[in-house]
């Protein structure tokens, strides 16, 4: 696991920055996570309680763990994008499945302004980026609902593969988990 650092870097990819959160994230991230849609295929339900402290819990994961979700926003060139939070990609530990809970989490969640685009792979790239170099981990892991066509596709962009499945108690359901390990020195 990486050392502790309470600061994520700032990354730039041509269209995003992967960023620490900001109190001015909390509201456009709690949209993102009321969305029906965009929940649609959580392995867990987000709750009210989980959305109102969504972004408490983004910033203490990198306190922890000295790597976790950036906040993502665009910077691309159109007034109505440029500056707009879109979601979230980085590392967390899925302690609701406690037979992964150890194994760090290469996860991402976006808001529909962003699908179709290649924001998500885009972002995702950047942030494994920095979990296997800065962050020296040397695998991750991605547990994505079977039906969840765009995070299948992400993730094989991604060069990952399924390595299994588990039962997710919440879902009651098996959900896939997918691995990636970290880049030949």
Not at 72 to 83: L, N, Q, T
Not at 132 to 142: A, D, E, W
Not at 151 to 165: D, W, Y
């Amino acid at each position: 696991m990486a050392a502790a650092r309470s600061v994520p870097p700032t990354i730039l990819t041509p269209r995003l920055v992967l960023r620490a959160w900001t109190a001015e994230d909390a509201e456009p991230m709690m949209a993102i996570n009321r969305d029906p849609e965009v929940v649609r295929y959580l392995n867990r339900p987000v709750h009210e309680a989980a959305v109102t402290g969504f972004h408490a819990a983004a910033v203490e994961h990198w306190i922890t763990h000295g790597v976790g979700l950036f906040a993502i926003e665009s910077r691309e060139p159109e007034p109505e994008r440029h500056g707009v939070l879109l979601g979230f990609a980085g590392i967390g530990y899925p302690a609701f499945l406690p037979e992964l809970a150890t194994r760090p989490e290469l996860g991402w969640r976006l808001g529909p302004a962003a699908w179709g685009r290649g924001i998500a792979t885009e972002a995702v790239t950047a942030a494994a980026g920095d979990a296997f170099g800065r962050g020296g981990l040397r695998q991750t892991i991605s547990i994505i609902h079977p039906e969840n066509e765009r995070s299948r596709r992400v993730a094989l962009k991604q060069g990952m593969t399924i390595e299994g499945q588990v039962h997710n108690p919440v879902l009651d359901r098996p959900v896939d988990v997918w691995t990636k390990d970290a880049p030949p020195t």
